[in-house]
């Protein structure tokens, strides 16, 4: 007997249908004498609808209201799952975030879990009843709603997991694993059988949205034994490993790509010290991620243009706390862009490999994209280039670095 979290994705759960078959895949576990914890998100495209009218209603919202508002579409998916299983005799209950209770900081809107009261799961586990979680959600210190950000039903399930000391931790979502690229604009992608934290890791956080980054640091720092696969098939998906697992190590294993950076130029700021922590020291206090920095001396040296990068739905946030500081920072104007595109190409082997970003450079030149931002890390390159030519990026890399399938 195993105990073990399964996580069913927005469209494993889209409609009353997908939510009894999941059901009755919950059931087949059940039958074969585990105990299951269920973590399911929002049904499809509910989340962003939600997101869309808190929008509609303010742009720079309070993030408290927020949580309130996109929170929501987890509740009814859960409620429903422990109704479908009930429907075909197995006994479950639902658990909200608070009534669990899963702890977290007050970080509104991606707010990171603190810790997980499992008694009373834990109780109910034992008596064979199905307990089913909302995924993205928790409660702050002072009793509030939070949600962990976009793609965060991931993170309560590891979490969960990693809790519960589960045997394992199954992913369920539309596609049967990890493939080398998102199958949905590389049709040569190939599925991995395994794949590293430390690569699983660089490819979430470089927009491989597969899996929640968050989800990937929890499952290597608690060693959750954790399996992506598909929820409409039976097939073994990808698990994540140990690179002392994996024989054959790549010099690159995996390509993403994020259409979710806005770029960010402060035009003529002073060139002096503490500028840099005058610009970045704020938007840290508003927990907002600055990913690519750029920084470039003007040719009398006395001023410099600062480029960066934030997330799309951090931009309006960035511009608004930058506009407020524009006295202390001291600069002539702050331009900002989105239609831009983070490419990365992952890979272990990288380390111990030379030329590898050079490859990249090159085959990007061949075909006439222009390189906006470049920055590197041990086991990756990620450049920023106009989102149109995404694609066609993406497809040249894919190519270029042998990992299109046969
Ligand atoms: P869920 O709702 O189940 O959480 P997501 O939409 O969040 O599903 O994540 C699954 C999607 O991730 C896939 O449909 C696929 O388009 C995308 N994806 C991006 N990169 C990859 C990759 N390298 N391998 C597999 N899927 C990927
Ligand atoms: N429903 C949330 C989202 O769409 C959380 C999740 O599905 O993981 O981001
Ligand atoms: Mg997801």
């Known amino acids: 007997m195993a105990l073990i979290v399964q996580k069913f994705g927005g469209t494993s759960v889209a409609d009353v249908n997908r939510i009894k078959a999941v059901a009755q895949r919950v059931k087949s576990e059940v039958d074969a004498?585990?105990?299951?914890?269920?973590?399911?998100?929002?049904?499809?495209?509910?989340?962003?609808?939600?997101?869309?009218?808190?929008?509609?209603?303010?742009?720079?919202?309070?993030?408290?209201?927020?949580?309130?508002?996109?929170?929501?579409?987890?509740?009814?998916?859960?409620?429903?799952?422990?109704?479908?299983?009930?429907?075909?005799?197995?006994?479950?209950?639902?658990?909200?975030?608070?009534?669990?209770?899963?702890?977290?900081?007050?970080?509104?809107?991606?707010?990171?879990?603190?810790?997980?009261?499992?008694?009373?799961?834990?109780?109910?586990?034992?008596?064979?009843?199905?307990?089913?979680?909302?995924?993205?959600?928790?409660?702050?210190?002072?009793?509030?709603?939070?949600?962990?950000?976009?793609?965060?039903?991931?993170?309560?399930?590891?979490?969960?997991?990693?809790?519960?000391?589960?045997?394992?931790?199954?992913?369920?979502?539309?596609?049967?694993?990890?493939?080398?690229?998102?199958?949905?604009?590389?049709?040569?992608?190939?599925?991995?059988?395994?794949?590293?934290?430390?690569?699983?890791?660089?490819?979430?956080?470089?927009?491989?949205?597969?899996?929640?980054?968050?989800?990937?640091?929890?499952?290597?720092?608690?060693?959750?034994?954790?399996?992506?696969?598909?929820?409409?098939?039976?097939?073994?998906?990808?698990?994540?490993?140990?690179?002392?697992?994996?024989?054959?190590?790549?010099?690159?294993?995996?390509?993403?790509?994020?259409?979710?950076?806005?770029?960010?130029?402060l035009v003529r700021v002073a060139d002096r010290p503490g500028v840099a922590a005058s610009i970045f020291g704020p938007l840290a206090e508003a927990s907002v991620n600055v990913d690519m920095i750029v920084q470039n001396v003007s040719a009398d040296g006395k001023a410099t243009d600062m480029t960066f990068t934030v997330t799309k739905s951090d931009l309006e946030r960035t511009k608004s706390i930058i506009q407020s500081k524009k006295a202390e920072i001291g600069y002539e104007d702050l331009v900002a862009k989105d239609g831009v595109v983070k490419i990365s190409i992952i890979g272990v082997g990288m380390r111990s490999h030379a030329g590898v970003a050079q490859t990249m450079f090159q085959t990007l030149a061949d075909k006439g994209i222009n390189i906006q931002v470049i920055s590197t890390s041990e086991i990756k390159v990620s450049v920023l280039i106009a989102e149109e030519y995404t694609e066609l990026a993406v497809r040249a890399l894919h190519t270029a670095y042998g990992l299109d399938a046969a």
């Open 33 to 265: 004498g585990h105990q299951i914890a269920v973590v399911v998100s929002a049904m499809a495209g509910v989340t962003n609808q939600l997101v869309g009218y808190v929008d509609d209603i303010s742009k720079l919202y309070d993030a408290r209201e927020y949580d309130a508002v996109v929170a929501s579409g987890e509740q009814v998916t859960s409620g429903l799952l422990a109704l479908a299983l009930q429907d075909i005799g197995v006994s479950a209950r639902s658990w909200q975030g608070w009534q669990i209770p899963i702890h977290t900081n007050d970080v509104h809107a991606k707010a990171r879990i603190t810790g997980i009261d499992t008694d009373k799961i834990q109780a109910r586990l034992q008596e064979g009843e199905v307990v089913v979680v909302p995924g993205f959600q928790g409660v702050a210190p002072d009793g509030r709603i939070t949600t962990l950000g976009r793609g965060g039903s991931d993170t309560s399930a590891v979490a969960l997991a990693a809790a519960l000391k589960a045997h394992r931790c199954d992913i369920y979502t539309d596609v049967d694993g990890v493939y080398t690229c998102d199958p949905r604009i590389v049709t040569k992608a190939r599925k991995l059988s395994k794949i590293t934290y430390e690569e699983m890791l660089e490819m979430a956080s470089q927009g491989a949205k597969v899996l929640q980054t968050r989800a990937v640091e929890m499952a290597m720092n608690h060693g959750v034994r954790t399996e992506v696969r598909s929820s409409f098939s039976a097939e073994r998906g990808t698990l994540v490993v140990n690179e002392e697992e994996i024989v054959e190590k790549q010099v690159v294993s995996g390509i993403a790509y994020s259409r979710d950076e806005a770029k960010i130029t």
